[in-house]
């Protein structure tokens, strides 16, 4: 092999390669005793071609390139999140006393509803309703642009007269009467809900989760939405 590594002049050296914060660690392993070990932390990996002499390629950790032609495998910062995705997680202490979601446009929502999450001219609820001990628990979606459509499983509301005004239920609901017997509902066999504007704008599909007193003690919040949404771009 006529190639030579650059940390060694006349020892086989085995070279192992580990993540690391902020790069690659490359560590080299000497065949003799009088080899010095060096550990260094790089944001790349050049590999140097011998085109002068025609000799092996071979990697190099040394800062003074040996050859002229090299290729390099640089590393790249990761993706910090995807903004498609939107998440949910709130509760309603008291069906006596429900928060009120605002409406974008005309119209009046259900009583007890709070905003969940709001994209383009929708908004996702959660209704938490209920008497007498009884906490009742589900997600809808509320239309502010005419001409809209939605679809919830394999029921389709609304096809092209999604208008504005209308919300439609997009969960399935929970129920209980008594705190010590706490109920979550998920989306289950129902599936997940999509949502279009009439011109396809603005797109998004999701899951939505319910609950009543989960908690399972005096006190504790009558209903839980949960869910997210997928934004389609």
Partial sequence: MRGKWALAAAAVLALVVVGGVGGLTMRAFAGTAHMKVVTKTVTKLCVYVDKTDGGDSYGDLSVVPKYNHKICIAGKQGPAGDSSVITWNKTVQDVTSPPTAKRKAGGGLPVGATDL?????????????G?????????????????????????????????????????????????????????????????????GTTAFTGSANNGAYLTGTEGGPACSFSGYLVMEK
């Fill in 117 to 129: 999450a709001t994209v383009g001219p929708f908004t996702v609820i959660g209704v938490c309703t």
């Fill in 131 to 199: 008497s007498d001990g009884v906490a009742n628990a589900v997600t809808d979606i509320v239309s502010a642009q005419n001409g809209s459509s939605m679809t919830w499983g394999s029921t389709t509301y609304n096809l092209g007269n999604f208008a504005s005004g209308d919300f439609n239920q997009a969960s399935v609901p929970a129920s209980s009467n008594d705190p010590a017997d706490p109920v979550f509902a998920g989306e289950g066999s129902a599936g997940e809900f999509s949502v279009s504007t009439g011109d």
